[in-house]
């Protein structure tokens, strides 16, 4: 949680809400520079296995793709990300798919949010695949109900 507070912090002190972009250290704020070294309590096992503290700063992500986010592309890049995935609860409204979508959608979000969702390959291929999923059933109840007027 201090990673995020200070991720967030720096995103609005430091940039007005803009975003760092990518390239930068995750670790920002309280006066220090994208790339300035934190040592962070615990961490000391993880920062041994690379040849500086700047290369070990990419690995230790703060673990919150919407943090991530809004670190990374700021208030704007946050807003059209989630103005996505209301736009697919919405679908899920009035396309008469099953309401248990919804409950699919937020095991995405959960995945994201707690993990390094849209850095690992692993948790990104897993959103992408649910995100698909949804879709391909939120068109397949739009279309449904033209197939059966045609069928009369």
């Keep these: 949680i201090i990673l995020w507070v200070d991720n967030i912090k720096s995103t609005v002190n430091d940039t007005f809400l803009l975003g760092h972009g990518f390239g930068t250290s995750y670790f920002a704020g309280d006066g220090r520079m994208p790339g300035d070294f934190i040592p962070l309590i615990g961490a000391e096992e993880t920062l041994r296995n690379y040849s500086t503290p700047y290369v070990a700063e990419f690995v230790l992500a703060q673990h919150n793709s919407f943090i991530n986010l809004f ?18 609860a919405n679908q899920i409204n009035k396309s008469g798919a099953p309401y248990q979508l919804k409950y699919i959608l937020l095991i995405s979000m959960i995945i994201i949010s707690v993990n390094v969702g849209l850095e690992s390959p692993g948790f990104a291929t897993q959103f ?14 739009q279309e449904y109900p033209a197939r059966i007027g045609s069928a009369n």
């Design 128 to 141: 992408a695949f649910i995100i698909g999923l949804i879709q391909y059933y939120i068109i397949s109840y």
């Design 71 to 88: 670190y990374r592309l700021g208030i704007s890049g946050l807003l059209l990300f989630l103005m996505f995935i209301n736009k697919l």
